[in-house]
């Protein structure tokens, strides 16, 4: 299924031990990342990132971001800043699975692009160690159409996770 899911998609593994001081690159355009950002497969040391990142005006098939990590939310200490680009032969997406992390660890993402474009402000969270006694819920979601639903489940996950203890 991994393998199936990631053959359309540009796919990098990055690792936090190698913080850059990456600049956009000069030929960057506006982006819109109209699907926002999603984070998946939390393991202890390492987590999927994911983007859609289209061209804010006009087309281009090589598109250049750039993905920041980062333990505070207002990103003042970069763990991690990568060049990263995708085309529409994957039909601009991102997928950078990012490595070398510290288990149980909540990190803040996002993508730049030019004159200050930039995606939402992901939250992930790396998995417990093995071993480690800590209570873990998992929540799945999947593709949905507005006509059908009216995402009540969303609000319900995103009301449990603000209503965490810590």
Same mark, same amino acid.
């Given at each position: 299924?991994?393998?199936?899911?990631?053959?359309?998609?540009?796919f990098?593994?990055?690792?936090?031990?190698?913080?850059?001081?990456?600049? !956009?690159?000069?030929?960057?355009?506006?982006?819109?990342?109209?699907?926002?950002?999603?984070?998946?497969d939390?393991?202890?040391?390492?987590?999927?990132? @994911?983007?859609?990142?289209?061209?804010a005006?006009?087309?281009?098939?090589?598109?250049?971001?750039?993905?920041?990590?980062?333990?505070?939310?207002?990103?003042?200490? !970069?763990?991690?800043?990568?060049?990263?680009?995708?085309?529409?032969?994957?039909?601009?997406?991102?997928?950078?699975?990012?490595?070398?992390?510290?288990?149980?660890?909540?990190?803040?993402?996002?993508?730049?692009?030019?004159?200050?474009?930039?995606?939402?402000?992901?939250?992930?969270?790396?998995?417990?160690?093995?071993?480690?006694?800590?209570?873990?819920?998992?929540?799945?979601?999947?593709?949905?159409?507005?006509?059908?639903?009216?995402?009540?489940? @969303?609000?319900?996950? !995103?009301?449990?996770?603000?209503?965490?203890?810590?």
């Amino acid at each position: 299924l991994l393998e199936l899911m990631s053959s359309s998609t540009f796919f990098l593994t990055v690792a936090p031990g190698n913080v850059l001081t990456a600049e !956009l690159p000069a030929q960057l355009s506006s982006l819109d990342f109209p699907r926002g950002v999603a984070s998946g497969d939390p393991q202890p040391e390492a987590v999927m990132l @994911w983007t859609r990142a289209v061209p804010a005006t006009g087309s281009g098939n090589d598109i250049r971001l750039l993905l920041q990590i980062s333990t505070d939310s207002n990103f003042a200490s !970069l763990l991690l800043q990568e060049a990263l680009h995708t085309s529409a032969d994957s039909d601009n997406t991102v997928r950078a699975y990012i490595d070398g992390l510290t288990p149980d660890t909540i990190y803040y993402y996002r993508y730049l692009g030019a004159d200050r474009s930039a995606s939402r402000t992901g939250r992930t969270r790396t998995a417990p160690a093995p071993g480690q006694a800590r209570k873990v819920k998992l929540a799945f979601v999947s593709c949905q159409n507005y006509e059908q639903a009216f995402y009540g489940s @969303w609000a319900r996950m !995103l009301q449990d996770d603000r209503t965490a203890p810590e």
